[in-house]
Nanobody, 122 residues
Framework: QVQLVESGGGLVQAGGSLRLSCATSGGTFGRYAMGWFRQAPGKERESVAIINWAGNYKTYADSVKGRFTISRDNAKNTVYLQMDSLKPEDTAVYYC???????????????WGQGTQVTVSS
């Protein structure tokens, strides 16, 4: 059974940085596309960043381009999200997800973590 566990969330001031990690187990991590998604209160879950199995193709939401960087270490079965220049509107629960296919729609992902809260104060 595939398990995903996020870590690294917390409270940070606007302009600050956080690095999220998503450790996986129970599956063939190196075969999965992995994504970071977020959901703010009262809003739908949205895509933040997605990376293919090899780490050489990435997709970012327009709202985070130039500020967030997704990466992966297949030897450690872990995907990361480096978040810089954080804004209050980045406040949300951040989830990682994985699937064999490279989907942009979060609803199509099979495997999900439990989420980690990111709060950016102004």
């Amino acid at each position: 059974q595939v398990q995903l566990v996020e870590s690294g969330g917390g409270l940070v001031q606007a302009g600050g940085s956080l690095r999220l990690s998503c450790a996986t187990s129970g599956g063939t991590f190196g075969r999965y596309a992995m994504g970071w998604f977020r959901q703010a209160p009262g809003k739908e879950r949205e895509s933040v960043a997605i990376i293919n199995w090899a780490g050489n193709y990435k997709t970012y939401a327009d709202s985070v381009k130039g500020r967030f960087t997704i990466s992966r270490d297949n030897a450690k079965n872990t995907v990361y999200l480096q978040m810089d220049s954080l804004k209050p509107e980045d406040t949300a629960v951040y989830y990682c997800a994985g699937d064999l296919e490279y989907f942009r729609d979060p609803l199509q992902y099979t495997y999900w973590g439990q989420g980690t809260q990111v709060t950016v104060s102004s």
